[in-house]
Nanobody, 124 residues
Framework: QVQLVESGGGLVQAGGSLRLSCAASGRTFSSYAMGWFRQAPGKEREFVAG????????FYPESAKGRFTISRDNAKNTVYLRMNSLKPEDTAVYYC?????????????????WGQGTQVTVSS
């Protein structure tokens, strides 16, 4: 069993930055791929970043490319999402997720564990 706890969300002005953290319990964190998703009110939960078990591979959809950076520190059982140049349309609850696999996936159903989420609000 893996428990994930996100932190770092908050209110920021457009153009600002935030760094989200996701702390994981369990000794097998380093073997899991990790993903960040977000869900805005009335919308589907969407993938925004993925990272492989050792950090060697990452992926971002167009909406996040060039602005978001995912990273991980396996010694600290933590994955991060650095978000720059934030826009009002980035407002959402952000979730981290763990996949029992070395490689990440962009599909929500491929992830096995989820955190409770952290709210990010970007004002214009």
């Amino acid at each position: 069993q893996v428990q994930l706890v996100e932190s770092g969300g908050g209110l920021v002005q457009a153009g600002g930055s935030l760094r989200l953290s996701c702390a994981a319990s369990g000794r097998t964190f380093s073997s899991y791929a990790m993903g960040w998703f977000r869900q805005a009110p009335g919308k589907e939960r969407e993938f925004v970043a993925g990272i492989s078990w050792n950090g060697g591979n990452t992926f971002y959809p167009e909406s996040a490319k060039g602005r978001f950076t995912i990273s991980r520190d396996n010694a600290k059982n933590t994955v991060y999402l650095r978000m720059n140049s934030l826009k009002p349309e980035d407002t959402a609850v952000y979730y981290c997720a763990a996949r029992i696999d070395a490689s990440f996936d962009r599909t929500r159903r491929e992830y096995d564990y989820w955190g409770q989420g952290t709210q990010v609000t970007v004002s214009s």
